[in-house]
Protein backbone atom coordinates (compact mmCIF):
# COMPACT_ATOMS: atom_id res chain seq x y z
CA UNK A 1 0.00 0.00 0.00
CA UNK A 2 2.82 2.58 0.87
CA UNK A 3 4.54 1.83 -2.57
CA UNK A 4 1.45 2.51 -4.32
CA UNK A 5 0.67 5.70 -2.35
CA UNK A 6 4.01 6.37 -3.52
CA UNK A 7 4.16 5.85 -6.99
CA UNK A 8 0.67 7.59 -6.90
CA UNK A 9 2.74 10.83 -5.77
CA UNK A 10 5.70 10.56 -8.07
CA UNK A 11 2.99 10.38 -11.23
CA UNK A 12 1.24 13.11 -9.78
CA UNK A 13 4.60 15.36 -9.33
CA UNK A 14 5.44 14.24 -12.82
CA UNK A 15 1.66 15.84 -13.87
CA UNK A 16 2.37 18.94 -11.86
CA UNK A 17 5.62 19.26 -13.04
CA UNK A 18 5.02 18.89 -16.82
CA UNK A 19 2.13 21.60 -16.40
CA UNK A 20 3.73 24.13 -15.03
CA UNK A 21 6.51 24.33 -17.62
CA UNK A 22 3.98 24.10 -19.83
CA UNK A 23 1.95 27.08 -18.95
CA UNK A 24 3.79 30.09 -19.46
CA UNK A 25 5.41 29.02 -23.20
CA UNK A 26 2.05 27.31 -24.55
CA UNK A 27 0.16 30.50 -23.10
CA UNK A 28 2.74 33.04 -24.35
CA UNK A 29 1.88 30.86 -27.74
CA UNK A 30 -1.68 31.45 -27.87
CA UNK A 31 -1.22 35.36 -26.80
CA UNK A 32 1.37 35.51 -29.93
CA UNK A 33 -1.29 33.81 -32.23
CA UNK A 34 -3.90 36.50 -31.07
CA UNK A 35 -1.60 39.25 -31.47
CA UNK A 36 -1.00 37.98 -35.38
CA UNK A 37 -4.79 37.41 -35.66
CA UNK A 38 -5.60 40.62 -35.02
CA UNK A 39 -3.25 42.58 -37.17
CA UNK A 40 -4.05 40.20 -40.29
CA UNK A 41 -8.03 41.24 -39.50
CA UNK A 42 -7.07 44.57 -38.85
CA UNK A 43 -4.70 45.02 -42.34
CA UNK A 44 -8.18 43.11 -43.87
CA UNK A 45 -10.16 45.32 -43.07
CA UNK A 46 -7.84 48.10 -44.10
CA UNK A 47 -7.37 46.76 -47.29
CA UNK A 48 -10.51 47.04 -48.50
CA UNK A 49 -11.24 50.67 -47.77
CA UNK A 50 -11.54 53.66 -50.49
CA UNK A 51 -8.70 56.20 -50.63
CA UNK A 52 -11.23 58.89 -49.62
CA UNK A 53 -12.02 56.65 -46.31
CA UNK A 54 -8.50 57.31 -45.38
CA UNK A 55 -8.34 60.50 -45.75
CA UNK A 56 -11.52 60.93 -43.67
CA UNK A 57 -9.74 59.27 -40.82
CA UNK A 58 -6.34 60.59 -40.98
CA UNK A 59 -8.47 64.17 -41.13
CA UNK A 60 -10.16 63.16 -37.60
CA UNK A 61 -7.20 62.24 -35.99
CA UNK A 62 -4.95 65.41 -37.32
CA UNK A 63 -7.85 67.30 -36.11
CA UNK A 64 -7.75 65.33 -32.55
CA UNK A 65 -3.97 66.06 -32.68
CA UNK A 66 -4.29 69.71 -33.30
CA UNK A 67 -7.20 70.00 -30.52
CA UNK A 68 -4.60 67.90 -27.83
CA UNK A 69 -2.04 70.25 -28.34
CA UNK A 70 -3.95 73.44 -27.67
CA UNK A 71 -5.54 72.28 -24.98
CA UNK A 72 -3.59 73.15 -21.58
CA UNK A 73 -3.43 69.59 -19.21
CA UNK A 74 -4.50 67.54 -21.70
CA UNK A 75 -1.62 65.65 -21.13
CA UNK A 76 -2.78 64.85 -17.72
CA UNK A 77 -6.66 65.14 -18.20
CA UNK A 78 -7.35 63.62 -21.68
CA UNK A 79 -11.03 63.42 -21.55
CA UNK A 80 -10.45 67.59 -22.35
CA UNK A 81 -10.64 66.65 -25.95
CA UNK A 82 -13.29 64.39 -27.17
CA UNK A 83 -13.34 61.92 -29.88
CA UNK A 84 -10.72 59.69 -28.14
CA UNK A 85 -12.00 56.43 -28.33
CA UNK A 86 -13.37 56.72 -31.72
CA UNK A 87 -10.58 58.36 -33.49
CA UNK A 88 -8.80 55.52 -35.58
CA UNK A 89 -11.06 52.64 -34.61
CA UNK A 90 -12.01 50.79 -37.78
CA UNK A 91 -12.43 47.20 -36.42
CA UNK A 92 -14.78 48.65 -33.49
CA UNK A 93 -12.34 46.76 -31.48
CA UNK A 94 -10.37 49.89 -30.11
CA UNK A 95 -7.13 48.57 -32.77
CA UNK A 96 -5.87 51.56 -34.46
CA UNK A 97 -2.61 50.13 -35.57
CA UNK A 98 0.27 47.81 -35.25
CA UNK A 99 4.31 48.80 -34.25
CA UNK A 100 6.95 46.30 -35.61
CA UNK A 101 10.53 46.40 -34.23
CA UNK A 102 12.86 44.46 -36.42
CA UNK A 103 15.68 44.13 -34.37
CA UNK A 104 14.09 42.34 -30.98
CA UNK A 105 11.42 40.24 -33.74
CA UNK A 106 8.22 42.43 -32.21
CA UNK A 107 5.20 43.03 -34.08
CA UNK A 108 2.04 43.89 -31.84
CA UNK A 109 -1.23 45.65 -32.39
CA UNK A 110 -1.61 48.81 -30.43
CA UNK A 111 -5.04 49.29 -28.44
CA UNK A 112 -6.70 52.77 -27.25
CA UNK A 113 -6.03 53.23 -23.58
CA UNK A 114 -3.33 51.66 -21.29
CA UNK A 115 -5.85 49.87 -19.11
CA UNK A 116 -5.02 46.47 -17.57
CA UNK A 117 -7.10 44.02 -20.22
CA UNK A 118 -4.80 45.57 -22.97
CA UNK A 119 -1.23 45.70 -21.91
CA UNK A 120 -2.07 41.94 -20.70
CA UNK A 121 -1.97 40.68 -23.79
CA UNK A 122 -0.84 43.96 -26.97
CA UNK A 123 0.64 47.64 -26.29
CA UNK A 124 -1.83 50.34 -25.19
CA UNK A 125 -1.60 54.15 -26.39
CA UNK A 126 -1.34 56.29 -23.54
CA UNK A 127 -4.54 58.95 -23.39
CA UNK A 128 -3.33 62.71 -23.45
CA UNK A 129 -0.35 61.46 -26.30
CA UNK A 130 -0.84 62.27 -29.76
CA UNK A 131 -2.36 59.48 -31.91
CA UNK A 132 0.30 57.18 -33.56
CA UNK A 133 0.04 58.84 -37.36
CA UNK A 134 3.27 61.10 -37.19
CA UNK A 135 3.43 64.79 -37.88
CA UNK A 136 4.98 68.30 -36.72
CA UNK A 137 4.23 68.73 -33.28
CA UNK A 138 3.50 65.13 -32.06
CA UNK A 139 5.33 62.73 -29.61
CA UNK A 140 3.10 59.34 -29.31
CA UNK A 141 3.16 57.33 -26.22
CA UNK A 142 2.63 53.53 -26.70
CA UNK A 143 3.45 51.63 -23.37
CA UNK A 144 3.58 47.29 -23.42
CA UNK A 145 4.61 44.93 -20.03
CA UNK A 146 7.85 42.89 -19.87
CA UNK A 147 8.44 39.66 -18.46
CA UNK A 148 5.04 38.47 -18.02
CA UNK A 149 4.36 34.71 -17.87
CA UNK A 150 1.74 34.97 -20.63
CA UNK A 151 2.95 37.18 -23.25
CA UNK A 152 6.41 38.39 -24.64
CA UNK A 153 5.26 42.02 -25.48
CA UNK A 154 7.90 44.58 -24.35
CA UNK A 155 10.77 42.32 -22.34
CA UNK A 156 13.01 42.98 -24.96
CA UNK A 157 12.82 46.81 -25.48
CA UNK A 158 15.98 47.37 -23.16
CA UNK A 159 17.69 45.83 -26.66
CA UNK A 160 16.83 48.76 -28.52
CA UNK A 161 20.05 51.78 -29.07
CA UNK A 162 20.30 54.82 -30.85
CA UNK A 163 19.96 54.22 -34.37
CA UNK A 164 17.84 51.09 -34.22
CA UNK A 165 14.29 51.13 -36.12
CA UNK A 166 10.90 50.35 -35.62
CA UNK A 167 7.65 51.57 -37.41
CA UNK A 168 4.05 52.15 -36.30
CA UNK A 169 1.38 50.94 -39.21
CA UNK A 170 -1.74 53.20 -39.06
CA UNK A 171 -4.25 51.79 -41.88
CA UNK A 172 -2.02 52.17 -45.29
CA UNK A 173 0.63 54.43 -43.66
CA UNK A 174 3.43 53.49 -42.37
CA UNK A 175 5.15 55.72 -40.40
CA UNK A 176 9.29 55.54 -39.28
CA UNK A 177 10.83 55.87 -36.43
CA UNK A 178 14.61 55.50 -34.68
CA UNK A 179 15.81 56.39 -31.71
CA UNK A 180 17.48 58.81 -30.93
CA UNK A 181 17.47 58.33 -26.73
CA UNK A 182 16.80 55.93 -24.91
CA UNK A 183 16.39 56.89 -20.90
CA UNK A 184 15.74 55.52 -17.49
CA UNK A 185 13.35 57.24 -15.24
CA UNK A 186 11.52 57.20 -12.19
CA UNK A 187 7.65 56.58 -12.98
CA UNK A 188 6.60 60.13 -11.83
CA UNK A 189 8.76 61.87 -14.25
CA UNK A 190 6.84 62.34 -17.55
CA UNK A 191 8.85 65.10 -18.80
CA UNK A 192 10.36 63.27 -21.60
CA UNK A 193 6.47 62.26 -22.93
CA UNK A 194 5.64 65.70 -23.82
CA UNK A 195 5.19 67.38 -26.77
CA UNK A 196 7.94 69.73 -28.13
CA UNK A 197 7.27 72.01 -30.85
CA UNK A 198 8.18 71.31 -34.35
CA UNK A 199 9.34 67.57 -33.15
CA UNK A 200 7.71 64.28 -34.56
CA UNK A 201 8.54 61.71 -31.71
CA UNK A 202 7.18 58.47 -30.91
CA UNK A 203 8.41 56.75 -27.41
CA UNK A 204 7.65 53.67 -26.62
CA UNK A 205 7.92 52.72 -22.87
CA UNK A 206 8.21 49.91 -20.33
CA UNK A 207 8.94 48.94 -16.80
CA UNK A 208 12.55 48.13 -15.39
CA UNK A 209 14.86 46.60 -14.24
CA UNK A 210 13.19 43.36 -15.27
CA UNK A 211 10.90 41.96 -12.59
CA UNK A 212 11.69 44.87 -10.28
CA UNK A 213 9.74 47.26 -11.83
CA UNK A 214 10.59 50.42 -9.69
CA UNK A 215 11.57 52.54 -12.81
CA UNK A 216 10.43 53.15 -16.68
CA UNK A 217 12.41 52.73 -19.55
CA UNK A 218 11.72 54.98 -21.95
CA UNK A 219 12.62 54.61 -25.90
CA UNK A 220 11.99 57.16 -27.64
CA UNK A 221 12.26 57.66 -31.67
CA UNK A 222 12.16 60.54 -34.01
CA UNK A 223 10.43 60.47 -37.36
CA UNK A 224 12.30 59.72 -40.64
CA UNK A 225 11.31 59.29 -44.18
CA UNK A 226 9.67 56.18 -44.81
CA UNK A 227 11.49 54.03 -47.64
CA UNK A 228 9.09 53.40 -50.50
CA UNK A 229 9.06 50.20 -50.54
CA UNK A 230 7.41 50.09 -46.87
CA UNK A 231 3.91 49.43 -47.67
CA UNK A 232 1.96 48.36 -45.32
CA UNK A 233 2.59 44.16 -45.22
CA UNK A 234 1.27 41.62 -42.80
CA UNK A 235 3.83 39.11 -42.38
CA UNK A 236 3.20 36.09 -39.53
CA UNK A 237 5.21 36.31 -36.42
CA UNK A 238 7.10 33.86 -34.59
CA UNK A 239 3.82 32.74 -33.46
CA UNK A 240 2.50 30.65 -36.40
CA UNK A 241 6.29 29.09 -35.91
CA UNK A 242 6.29 25.73 -33.37
CA UNK A 243 8.87 26.96 -30.33
CA UNK A 244 10.79 24.08 -29.68
CA UNK A 245 10.45 24.97 -25.83
CA UNK A 246 6.97 23.73 -27.05
CA UNK A 247 7.59 20.42 -28.87
CA UNK A 248 9.68 19.09 -25.91
CA UNK A 249 7.86 18.80 -23.28
CA UNK A 250 4.58 18.11 -25.54
CA UNK A 251 6.98 15.37 -26.42
CA UNK A 252 8.21 14.64 -22.87
CA UNK A 253 4.92 14.90 -20.98
CA UNK A 254 3.39 11.52 -22.52
CA UNK A 255 6.43 9.74 -21.71
CA UNK A 256 6.95 10.38 -18.64
CA UNK A 257 3.26 10.28 -17.92
CA UNK A 258 3.68 6.85 -19.62
CA UNK A 259 6.54 5.97 -17.31
CA UNK A 260 4.74 7.29 -14.46
CA UNK A 261 1.74 4.74 -15.92
CA UNK A 262 4.08 1.93 -15.64
CA UNK A 263 5.93 1.78 -12.74
CA UNK A 264 2.24 2.04 -11.04
CA UNK A 265 1.32 -1.09 -12.23
CA UNK A 266 4.22 -2.90 -11.48
CA UNK A 267 4.09 -1.62 -8.16
CA UNK A 268 0.42 -2.59 -8.10
CA UNK A 269 1.81 -6.05 -9.38
CA UNK A 270 4.00 -6.71 -6.52
CA UNK A 271 2.02 -5.77 -4.06
CA UNK A 272 -0.54 -7.87 -5.25
CA UNK A 273 1.61 -11.09 -5.53
CA UNK A 274 3.11 -10.08 -1.85
CA UNK A 275 -0.52 -10.05 -0.61
CA UNK A 276 -1.25 -13.53 -2.12
CA UNK A 277 2.14 -14.65 -0.96
CA UNK A 278 1.30 -13.99 2.46
CA UNK A 279 -1.81 -15.85 1.57
CA UNK A 280 -0.43 -18.91 0.56
CA UNK A 281 -2.32 -18.90 -2.47
CA UNK A 282 1.25 -18.51 -4.50
CA UNK A 283 3.51 -21.83 -3.76
CA UNK A 284 5.54 -21.47 -6.97
CA UNK A 285 6.28 -18.77 -9.45
CA UNK A 286 8.43 -19.48 -12.95
CA UNK A 287 11.92 -18.23 -12.94
Known amino acids: MKRYVSTAVIAAAFFVGISLLLYPVISEYINAKHQSKAIASYDEIASHMSEADYDEIFAEARAYNDALARTEGAFYQPERVSGYLEALDITGTGIMGYVTIDKIGV ?22 TSLPIGGEGTHAVLSGHRGLPSAR ?27 DQVKIVDPTDVTDLQLIPGKDYCTLFTCTP ?9 VRGVRIETPEDAAPRYIANEAYRIDPLIVTPAVAAPMLLGIAVVML ?15 GLIVHEKQ
Open 265 to 279: IKSRRSALKQKLRKE
Open 210 to 218: YGINSHRLL
Open 107 to 128: ELPVYHTVETDVLQSAVGHLPG
Open 153 to 179: LFTDLDKLEPGDLFTITVLNRVVMYRV
